[in-house]
């Protein structure tokens, strides 16, 4: 039986955990109908504003989150590199 380093063995687990959480972002958002952006960390104060309809800072918002949608790529933030790459870089450790 041949023993695997502790870090080969945490470095598979972060990158298996990069994986799964791509895969769970990828489903989110096939799910979600194209007219609709993903709403993964803000859904549950959407709407909970301190804001009156129409008013400069609903519109800054809207165009802020628009902009944060429509510009980012989770595909190609969240690649198989940057998992490869905080692996490499030991920047997560589990003890």
Known sequence: ???TEPMASSSRFLFS?????M?????AKAQQPADQPVMLLYKDSVGKGN???NSTYQAN??????????NT???EALSI???????GNNLLKFR
Not at 61 to 68: A, D, K, P, R, V
């Open 51 to 53: 804001y009156t309809t």
């Open 17 to 21: 955990l990069c994986l799964l959480f």
């Open 81 to 87: 590199k940057t998992c490869e790459e905080t692996i």
């Open 1 to 3: 039986m041949q023993e």
């Open 61 to 70: 918002l809207n165009q802020l989150l628009t902009s944060i949608y429509t």
């Open 73 to 75: 790529d989770v595909a």
């Open 23 to 27: 895969k769970v972002l990828a489903l």
